[in-house]
């Protein structure tokens, strides 16, 4: 196991930084990693995320190659993980013995064990490539760009509002069908029905595991779309107010575009 330089509260406050290190932040606190230094994370590593028994002892493990370049490698065998830059417009799926290079000022890794879903932060002081923003010009949709009505974003900001209100912490635990249809006062199987749609619109433009084997599809799909909702910033904690908006309102001509799924 690594030695660990935990700052105190932010990088450069009080703790001494190496510009060659990566630094990873979960829960508030951060940790140093050095080019000499194999990091893990997990249920028993240098990181200890939570002592979920759903959780891989060692999920993850941070390195530097000998040519300098950062990787990020899912040691686990079960557990898939979703990365994506800061500002969620790539995004990775690392299946188990799948790695990754780490390129950008802050990569979001995002990965769900049991019925928790954990967020963890890692900053480069000298990333590979810089963050670019988005063009206001004119030009074609860029591929994968996903159009969600208010009821469709609602039935999301359901499923991922413990994440989105966790304060900081890398902690969030997804609800079921039934308490995200009764936040939302909404049937179950008008939830099931608005799930379908979102599953496939999302399918659609490539986002993995929305399909999968009968026993363990209605679980699995929740948890790879909240991952993905989140990394990608489908939502946000300011969009939690839509989730009080009810059917009052929502009958107006607001509730869904023409041409979009009225179901």
Not at 27 to 55: H, K, M, Y
Not at 209 to 238: D, K, Q
Request: glycine share 10%.
């Amino acid at each position: 196991m690594c030695t660990v330089t935990v700052a105190q509260a932010a990088l450069g406050d009080g703790a001494e930084r190496d510009v060659d290190a990566l630094h990873v932040e979960y829960c508030g606190e951060w940790f140093q990693v050095t080019a000499a230094d194999e990091f893990s994370i997990g249920r028993d590593a240098d990181l200890s995320i939570d002592d979920n028994p759903f959780l891989h002892r060692r999920l993850l493990s941070i390195s530097r190659t000998a040519d300098g370049i950062w990787l990020l490698a899912n040691v686990g065998s079960r557990l898939a993980v979703t990365v994506t830059d800061g500002a969620g417009r790539l995004q990775s799926w690392l299946a188990p013995g799948a790695r990754l290079p780490l390129v950008f000022g802050r990569t979001s890794v995002v990965f769900t064990a049991g019925p928790t879903t954990y967020e963890v932060s890692v900053y480069s002081a000298e990333p590979v490539y810089a963050e670019t923003h988005a063009s206001q010009a004119g030009g074609t949709t860029t591929l994968g760009d996903v159009k969600l009505t208010i009821s469709q974003k609602q039935l999301i900001l359901a499923l991922a509002e413990p994440m989105l209100l966790r304060e900081g912490s890398g902690i969030g635990e997804i609800p079921t069908s039934s308490a995200a249809a009764a936040r939302l006062g909404w049937s179950r199987t008008r939830f099931n029905r608005k799930l379908d749609n979102v599953c496939d619109k999302l399918d659609r433009i490539g986002v993995q595991g929305m399909r999968g084997g009968v026993r363990a599809y209605a679980t699995n799909r929740r948890v790879r779309m909240v991952e993905y909702a989140i990394s990608a910033r489908l939502v946000t904690r300011a969009d939690l107010p839509l989730l009080d908006l009810r059917e009052d309102y929502l009958d107006g001509a607001i509730e869904e575009t023409a041409g979009e799924d009225l179901t």
